[in-house]
């Protein structure tokens, strides 16, 4: 999979040279492309902003640099075509299975917001360009960032880890908190590993026991009693 990032901080990306979506990186699964938005300016100060029409607080960021970047980024891969991802708080949330759903595809391109957000015809413009596969406006969650940048590195991690390759075990991603099938709507219960006694607390006897049919009803029990805890929004009526 092919992912290119834009941002007016492209050192901010660094994280993902690390760890396991570095790894990807090195093996080749992702090809990753970082892009800082200046460049794609034209005047003294690399301005990429200016004072909102209709007045109010901040500044927008211009539709000018952002066309010529994705239009560059655009450029370079011309049989592929690539889904434009622009993180807002307005936008759909991203969950799991929009990481599932943008695994399979070949090509994310990430367009970092900073200030107010980026005039609004970036995406009228690019969502109705035949060269580019959509344009997904999506939300880590109900907070306001400073930037785009901590979105694009929480997206990129969790599609990396879906990609074929990348986990050591495929099958942990199948267990996780809502992974599609049995766990969609569900959160993982807690899990332990060695010493079977830490402190005063020890391991479940269940999960010492060796019996696979009854550590399998546990789980499901203890990921039922932790989803109707901590996430009754989950379970709808
Ligand atoms: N004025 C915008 C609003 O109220 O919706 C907030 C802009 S925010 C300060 C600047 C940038 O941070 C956004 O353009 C977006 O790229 C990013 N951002 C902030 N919160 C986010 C979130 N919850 N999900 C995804 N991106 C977010």
Same mark, same amino acid.
């Given at each position: 999979m092919r992912v290119d990032i834009v941002s007016i901080f492209p050192e901010y990306l660094e994280p993902l040279r690390l760890s396991l979506v570095g790894k990807a990186v090195d093996a080749g699964i992702i090809d990753l492309h970082l892009h800082d938005l200046r460049a794609y300016t034209r005047d +003294?100060?690399?301005?990429? *902003? *200016?004072?909102?029409?209709?007045?109010?607080?901040?500044?927008v960021m211009s539709p000018v640099p952002w066309g010529e970047?994705? =239009?560059h980024v655009r450029a370079d891969e011309p049989s592929v075509r690539p889904t434009l991802v622009v993180p807002t708080p307005s936008g759909r949330p991203f969950r799991q299975a929009t990481a599932q759903e943008w695994s399979d595809r070949d090509w994310l391109v990430f367009a970092c917001g900073r200030y107010e957000g980026i005039d609004a015809r970036?995406? =009228?413009?690019f969502s109705g360009r035949e060269d580019w596969d959509g344009v997904c406006e999506v939300s880590i969650g109900d907070y306001v960032l400073a930037g785009g940048e901590a979105a694009v590195l929480v997206m990129v991690e969790a599609v990396a880890r879906l990609l074929p390759g990348v986990l050591g075990n495929e099958n942990s991603a199948r267990e996780d908190s809502f992974a599609p099938g049995e766990m969609a709507e569900r959160v993982e219960g807690p899990v332990f590993t060695k010493p079977p006694q830490w402190r005063d607390l020890h391991v479940p006897d269940v999960l010492l026991s060796g019996h696979h049919g009854n550590i399998e009803q546990w789980r499901r029990a203890?990921? *039922?009693? +932790?989803?109707?805890? +901590? +996430?009754?929004d989950l379970l709808g009526d």
């Open positions: +003294r100060h690399r301005t990429v *902003d *200016d004072t909102p029409y209709g007045g109010g607080p901040g500044m970047a994705l =239009d970036v995406v =009228d413009h203890q990921a *039922d009693a +932790r989803t109707a805890e +901590r +996430r009754p």
